[in-house]
């Protein structure tokens, strides 16, 4: 069973650009969660999607930020207009039910 | 608000040696507990989760204890080698509201061969 998939690993986008995090959770596991990193920060909550639905976006920035898990396909961070404070590692999540999750290796963001 | 703080922030010891990570959070209120070891410009790897009515886990060498009460888990490393050198970040979920994880800022681990 192959872990979280996140991809790209790496992403260098300049200033004003739109920045496209994929990520593809566990096989068979419903809950996704994604995850900041900032340069010498903790990581923190952002968002938690089940299929389709956002259930809590309290720790999405209000504005150029959101989320996505569609019916089919892989869960989308969406970073509109990238500015030199979003540099940091995105963590996605996935979990079976309400216990353990397991993370991806990270997608490391770099705003030129 | 649940907060999560861990020490010490590093901790350097020679190879072979027991030694106890610390964590602790304000808020009992919790659903369960999980510990992460991550590695330098890696992602994270569970290691242990401990839910809110478990007193510890253990897996190999490490050992998780949690007391709800008073707000506390350690994560006990035995016989530490090289390859235990990382970062270890504990993290609370709330039994209530969010799934989210609130996690801790991680206590920076280095063994010496």
């Known amino acids: 069973n192959a872990g979280v998939m996140q991809n790209p690993r790496h992403l260098v986008r300049r200033r004003g650009q739109e920045a496209r995090l994929r990520c593809s959770p566990m096989?068979?596991?419903?809950?996704v969660y994604w995850y900041r990193q900032l340069p010498e920060e903790g990581l923190k909550f952002m968002v938690y999607?089940?299929?389709?639905?956002?259930?809590?976006e309290s720790g999405m920035p209000k504005e150029r930020f959101s989320a996505e898990f569609p019916k089919e396909g892989p869960s989308i961070l969406r970073i509109q207009q990238v500015v030199r404070g979003d540099s940091a590692a995105y963590f996605c999540?996935?979990?079976?039910?309400?216990?353990?999750?397991?993370f991806g290796p990270g997608t490391r963001l770099t705003v030129l | 608000k649940q907060e999560v703080t861990q020490i010490p922030a590093a901790l350097s010891v020679p190879e072979g040696e027991n030694l106890v990570l610390n964590c602790s959070f304000t808020?009992?209120?919790?659903?369960?507990l999980q510990w992460f070891r991550q590695d330098p410009g890696k992602g994270l790897t569970s290691l242990l989760l401990?839910?809110?009515?478990?007193r510890e886990q253990t897996s190999g060498r490490l050992n998780a204890s949690l007391d709800k009460s008073s707000g506390r888990s350690t994560l006990y490393i035995a016989a530490s080698q090289p390859g235990d050198s990382a970062t270890y970040l504990c993290?609370?979920?709330?039994?209530?509201?969010?799934?989210?994880?609130?996690f801790g800022q991680g206590t920076r681990l280095t063994i010496n061969p």
């Open positions: 999540a996935s979990s079976l039910d309400l216990n353990e999750q397991f």
């Open positions: 993290a609370v979920r709330r039994i209530q509201g969010a799934q989210k994880l609130v």
């Open positions: 999607l089940q299929k389709e639905n956002i259930i809590d």
């Open positions: 096989k068979g596991h419903s809950h």
């Open positions: 401990i839910q809110s009515s478990q």
């Open positions: 808020d009992s209120a919790i659903y369960n």
